[in-house]
């Protein structure tokens, strides 16, 4: 009884139930949902699909927690994945040998280096300039696109470039590419802020600001380096998706995916008021969103409710989580602890 | 006194915990008609918690609340509010943005045709305000008023809804003594209609001038209820901390005996014409090794602003500041720290802990800054920190992975001096350390400055309480008007001087008072005889605690 209580209490209860249900509509509709074969060496199967679909709003997701949970929010990242991946595809195009591994390199290195300017310039306006993150960040957003425009000269870039297509769509070890990339990038993310203070200081900024610095916490340097971390995600994210199709659209690449990474923070229990972030409820949270997506072609429903489906789900999940509602999944725990007894409610 | 009428309020075993806390353990208590209760217990002790249960801002585990022989429970503030429980918060929670008429009936405001009827609005208004002999306009903005006044507006508010019960949390702690006068006047008005009240206070005067019974609680448990005027002071202290108070008359002991170095080699800061526009006026301080400097003012007087100054929290503009012999300019609080000067700011929720982190994050958060994020505490050592400071401060609960914000104000500042601690300052600024804390917790930071300052480090030392500014410190320096008028050996000053010193504007009078009253130390700083215009202009001296902690 105390057990299930504190397992329903605790914060990634709902989202890892949503992922459940959500895998079982997908199961009873399409039996051979959980089956992953092995083709030509690569692993194949729907998850493998929700993996590899998902790893680009995992990767930004990941870099969108750690600038929540300041107490911030960018909304610039959908725009820095289509910059990066037109610098990389102008690159490779402007290139005489676009398919070696050295040009290749040097257009990823460019990007992700130019990701980081940006990152930069988020940062300064909101650590220096002391903007409220949701405009300083939709400065980039919209500009951010126009400029990838730029790059593009209006073109939809399309480049022949294996060693570049690999990004997107390569195995290594039977692994698709952009979920090792993900891993990493998740993994890493884990490790650096869990390992060492720096998440206490994250956590410390985005809960009280004034007190954290009062304490000695440097917070001007915090929030460069989480506004950086996140537009290099983006980045990352971006040259992902571009590899994958191939082709760098400044219009389309990345559109909307702020939302689903903001949307996966969320749903993974981090509060948009900052403060305690969870890297695994993101986790949790973007691989919802990406089954999400693969539910409705499973299930077959029709394209035109796609929209109408999803915020339904999401609805649900943010009910789930909200205060009132917990206030009143814990009323009904105290009403079944009084039921059993005043032993129990006195433990 | 046995009231023959039926407790209009009973509340018998209630329970109600909090993750890693059990704030309240099985309590009784109620209250009669046309009685002023108090609840009196230390930080912890429930107090906070048990008035929350009753307004129904937290549910309870178990237990029964009993409203006028109704069985109720309420799962919100609205409802307890419409079954006639009124509460007026510690922290006044009105809105300095509207008017007062605004504040005393929003949310019911009088219609007429669906529309707001503005001018019976005004009308009843001025009639609440009229009750309380309060003389303001109630087309006025609430954020005009002084927080005395704000506090008689939210009495005015929670008598409107025809309260049978009404709840005053520390109504007293921003209010001078003829305010308090005045509360007093109107709680007894009330008290005749017929209203039960529960007054809430830890200045132990005002309880018993006012209240007929009380009810004591500790670590979340009942003590019992008393009537007021069978129960001996010494006894109610002792019920709520459950241990003979002797350490008080200990400190004056030893605060006789302390003799400090005063060599000039020993000088740990002196700053000298300090200075912030708009903060404080140029103005000299130097500070021992193991000295105790108390800061005596008004709210106001720019005593925190120039203790700010020291912690590096604000930017000097100018003047200059030496650290052992050394010129240094302190730009953060960052750098504060790293020459080992803490500042623990009188703004614990807003300044000092972080809500949400855990008491181990809290305490070590200025030293793991101080080392740098690439160079976590280990685990182990951060365990010990925490524990030995549960221990030394008494840190209730002793759960290291409770959340702050669940603590009460007496612990959280508790939290925040160990966090302090840990960094092992040379210098300690404590900013009202003690307010709104109890005599126990309070003892317990004093009897700490005292071994702190034994053991080689400064403190500086801000209180309202002049008393304790009195007990605690070697030397003295008061401010008024944001300077300092003056710095004095606390040897044989006594309240009454510093409160002549604090509060008159004619210094050169008082000088000559005070020389009669205390044999007095040389008077370091130029001694002002007229405040300058702009000062006099702004800002009328908001009342403080001075008059009442000088009673207390």
């Known amino acids: 009884m105390n057990v299930l209580a504190r397992v329903v209490a605790h914060r990634l209860f709902w989202p890892v139930v949503m992922l459940l249900v959500l895998f079982a509509i997908n199961l009873i509709a399409f039996p051979g949902f959980f089956t992953v074969s092995v083709r030509d060496g690569h692993l194949f199967g729907s998850l493998i699909d929700i993996l590899r679909n998902g790893a680009p709003t995992l990767i930004i997701a990941v870099g969108m927690t750690l600038v929540i949970a300041t107490r911030g929010i960018d909304l610039s990242v959908g725009a820095i994945a289509a910059i990066s991946g037109a610098v990389a595809c102008s690159i490779i195009l402007g290139s005489p040998t676009p398919g070696s591994l050295a040009t290749v390199a040097v257009a990823v290195s460019v990007a992700l280096l130019i990701s980081l300017v940006l990152g930069v310039w988020n940062g300064f306006l909101v650590a220096v300039l002391g903007i409220q993150p949701i405009i300083a960040t939709l400065i980039l957003m919209t500009a951010g696109r126009g400029v990838a425009m730029l790059i593009t000269e209006g073109q939809i870039l399309t480049v022949n470039s294996p060693p570049f297509k690999f990004l997107g769509s390569g195995f290594w070890f039977g692994v698709p590419i952009a979920v090792i990339i993900a891993a990493v990038v998740f993994g890493l993310a884990a490790l650096i802020t869990r390992r060492t203070a720096l998440g206490m200081f994250i956590e410390s900024v985005g809960i009280n600001p004034e007190a954290s610095r009062q304490a000695g ?42 939302l689903d990474a903001i949307l996966a923070v969320v749903i993974g229990g981090t509060s948009l008021a900052g403060g305690r972030y969870s890297l695994l409820g993101t986790l949790v949270g973007a691989l919802v969103i990406q089954t999400l997506v693969t539910t409705v072609y499973t299930v077959g429903i029709p394209p035109i409710a796609t929209m109408v489906f999803k915020a339904a789900v999401v609805t649900v999940v943010c009910l789930l989580q909200s205060p009132t509602t917990a206030e009143a999944f814990s009323g009904f725990r105290r009403r079944l602890a009084l039921r059993a007894g005043k032993g129990v409610a006195a433990s | 006194m046995t009231d023959p009428a039926a407790p209009v309020v009973e509340m018998r075993g209630i329970s109600i915990e909090f993750p890693g ?64 429980i009124s509460t007026v918060y510690q922290e006044v929670n009105l ?115 006012i209240c007929d019974r009380l009810t004591v609680l500790r670590n979340g448990k009942l003590v019992g209820e008393y009537l007021v005027e069978e129960l001996l002071r010494i006894d109610l202290v002792q019920k709520m901390i459950g241990k003979e108070l002797t350490v008080l008359d200990d400190l004056e002991q030893r605060a006789r005996s302390v003799v400090v170095d005063e060599s000039d080699a020993a000088t740990f800061v002196n700053a000298s014409k300090l200075g912030r526009r708009g903060g404080i006026q140029p103005a000299d301080l130097p500070i021992a090794a193991g000295e ?28 200059e500041l030496t650290i052992r012999g050394k010129a240094t300019k302190l730009r953060t609080p960052r750098q504060a720290i790293s020459h080992r000067i803490a500042f623990s700011s009188e703004n614990r929720r807003d300044e000092g802990i972080v809500g949400d982190l855990t008491v181990r ?70 900013d009202e350390p003690t307010r709104g804390i109890d005599i126990g917790a309070k003892a317990e930071i ?70 009669d009253a205390a044999e007095l130390a040389p008077v370091t700083a130029s001694v002002t005889s007229v405040a300058p215009a702009d000062a006099a202009a702004s800002a009328p001296q908001p009342p403080t605690d001075p008059a009442s902690g000088g009673r207390a």
């Open chain 1, 217 to 258: 916490v440097r917070a001007r340097g915090l929030l460069f380096a989480v506004y950086t971390f996140c537009a290099f995600c983006a980045a990352i994210a971006g040259l992902i998706l571009t590899a994958n199709t191939a082709a760098a659209d400044a219009n389309n690449t990345g559109l909307f995916i702020e």
């Open chain 2, 21 to 84: 806390v059990k704030a309240l353990d099985g309590v009784d208590f109620r209250m009669f008609p046309g009685e002023v209760h108090s609840l009196m217990g230390e930080n912890g002790a429930g107090k906070s918690t048990l008035i929350k249960a009753l307004t129904g801002v937290y549910g309870i585990d178990a237990g029964t609340i009993t409203l006028s022989g109704e069985h109720v429970s309420f799962s919100g503030p609205a409802q307890a509010q419409a079954a006639g």
């Open chain 2, 95 to 209: 809105l300095p943005n509207l008017s007062v008429a605004e504040n005393i009936m929003l949310g019911r405001e009088p219609r007429r045709l669906g529309a707001i009827d503005w001018r019976a609005m005004r009308r009843r208004s001025a009639e609440l305000l009229g009750g309380l002999n309060l003389d303001i306009d109630p087309g006025s903005l609430l954020g005009d008023h002084s927080l005395a006044v704000q506090q008689l507006i939210a009495i005015a508010r929670a008598i409107d809804v025809n309260a049978k019960v009404l709840i005053l949390d520390e109504p007293t702690s921003s209010l001078d003594t003829d305010e308090v006068a005045e509360l007093f006047r109107v709680i007894r008005s009330l008290k005749e209609q017929g209203v039960a009240i529960l007054f809430v206070s830890h200045f132990l005067d005002q309880v018993y001038e």
């Open chain 2, 292 to 319: 105790v400097v108390g800061l005596a003012g008004l709210l106001g007087s720019g005593r925190t602003e120039f203790a700010r100054l020291l912690g590096g929290i604000d930017r000097a503009d100018t003047g």
């Open chain 2, 361 to 430: 994050d809290n305490i070590v958060l200025a030293l793991q800054a101080d080392r740098g994020w690439f160079r976590p505490i280990p685990k182990k050592r951060q365990d010990e920190l925490t524990q030995s400071y549960i221990q030394t401060l008494n840190i209730r609960p002793a759960n290291p992975d409770a959340l702050v914000r669940n603590l009460s104000g007496g612990n959280q500042q508790k939290v925040l001096l160990a966090r302090w601690l840990a960094i092992a300052p040379r210098l300690l600024i404590l």
């Open chain 2, 446 to 515: 004093q009897k700490l400055v005292f071994t702190l300052a034994e053991n080689g480090m400064s403190v500086l030392f801000i209180s309202a309480e002049l008393e304790e500014v009195l007990r605690l410190s070697h030397r003295v320096v008061v401010l008024r008007d944001r300077r300092v008028v003056a710095d004095l050996e606390n040897d044989g000053l006594t309240v009454d001087a510093l409160l002549a010193l604090i509060a008159d504007g004619s210094v050169e009078a008082d000088a000559a008072e005070l020389a």
